[in-house]
Nanobody, 122 residues
Framework: QVLLVESGGGLVQAGGSLRLSCAASGFTLDLNDEHIAWFRQAPGKEREEVSCISRLDDTTYYADSVKGRFTISRDKAKRTVNLQMNSLTTEDTAVYYC?????????????WGRGTQVTVSS
């Protein structure tokens, strides 16, 4: 069973930055060679996808709400997929999840992490 683990969440003031990381537990998945997405879910709202990085050529995709502020990337040495979040606003407050998409960034998630809380204060 694939186990994804998120880290890096926390409390930050509006305008600040955070960097989230997603790692695979054990040797179940090599994140250097997989389609990995970040989702978020705010209280009372549906889970939304914010970004994805393709295994094919590291093509990246972003939701309009985060474009220009968030950057998804791989740390190949650490075998993690990171989400750099800049210029955070209170609207970015949510639980952030990483997800493995076995069929590409346009496919559905196959596995989920348990999430990490991001809280942006005004």
């Amino acid at each position: 069973q694939v186990l994804l683990v998120e880290s890096g969440g926390g409390l930050v003031q509006a305008g600040g930055s955070l960097r989230l990381s997603c790692a695979a537990s054990g040797f179940t998945l090599d994140l250097n060679d997989e389609h990995i997405a970040w989702f978020r879910q705010a209280p009372g709202k549906e889970r939304e996808e914010v970004s994805c990085i393709s295994r094919l050529d590291d093509t990246t995709y972003y939701a309009d709400s985060v474009k220009g502020r968030f950057t998804i990337s791989r740390d190949k040495a650490k075998r993690t997929v990171n989400l750099q979040m800049n210029s955070l606003t209170t609207e970015d407050t949510a639980v952030y999840y990483c997800a493995h998409k076995s069929r590409g960034c346009r496919g559905r998630p196959s596995n989920w992490g348990r999430g990490t809380q991001v809280t942006v204060s005004s």
